[in-house]
């Protein structure tokens, strides 16, 4: 167990929808960090939040949009879905020293 | 572009020592990061470069030549469980991340 919660742990909806998950990183950690992992095109980054500001933004699409909150939680807000969003997500929390923790993952379904 | 390259598939006996490379071409580099990942599983850190040289974790190590554009990562007394996929990643100058497809290594008896 990382110490890393992410919820949901999978979901299932349909094009054109909008949905949030939500990470919760590990007690001290203020790094929290958004991927996405696709079979064919296996992990990418999308972003990176540090103490509630933004610190680093990878591939992430316009209709995807993250935050993290005062309780250091963050939430990737994924609109307009599409079927090539289907993938797994994984949010890590990470330390000064560059360690990273990854959460479960959730899995996204798009139908 | 981003670029970062290393072997898809690695297969290797229990007990043998196994190196893992990586080559990367960046626009910018802040560090060079190891994971290892279980089929079915979420990543798990493995280790962490920013300078050159060699950084060794337990059976784990691994070395960066920043000159080169270039790391490995090197396994000893392999066990059954190391079978797994290996991702290399760069952070690049605006702290992004970059990763290689991974390496799927194979661990046989």
């Known amino acids: 167990d990382s110490g890393v919660t992410q919820t949901p742990k999978h979901l299932i909806t349909a094009t054109g929808q909008r949905v949030t998950l939500r990470c919760s990183p590990r007690?001290?950690?203020?790094?929290v960090y958004w991927y996405q992992q696709s079979l064919d095109q296996g992990l990418q980054f999308l972003i990176q939040y540090y103490n509630g500001e933004e610190r680093a933004k990878g591939n992430i699409l316009e209709r995807f949009s993250a935050q993290q909150f005062p309780d250091l939680h963050s939430e990737l807000n994924l609109s307009s879905l599409e079927l090539g969003d289907s993938a797994l997500y994984f949010c890590a929390s990470g330390t000064p020293g560059g360690e990273q923790f990854f959460g479960p993952g959730t899995r996204l379904t798009v139908l | 572009g981003q670029n970062i390259d290393q072997p898809t598939e690695m297969t290797a006996t229990e007990g043998a020592i196994v190196q893992i490379n990586c080559t990367y071409q960046?626009?910018?580099?802040?560090?060079l990061f190891w994971y290892q990942q279980h089929a079915g599983e979420a990543p798990t850190f493995l280790s962490y470069n920013v300078l050159d040289g060699l950084e060794e974790k337990g059976r784990f190590s691994s070395f960066l030549s920043r000159s080169k554009g270039y790391s490995y990562l090197l396994l000893k007394e392999l066990q059954m469980k190391d079978s797994a996929s290996y991702l290399c990643?760069?952070?690049?100058?605006?702290?992004?991340?970059?990763f290689g497809t991974g390496t799927s290594l194979t661990v046989i008896p």
């Open positions: 990643a760069v952070r690049g100058a605006g702290n992004q991340f970059y």
């Open positions: 960046t626009s910018g580099f802040n560090g």
């Open positions: 007690s001290g950690d203020l790094s």
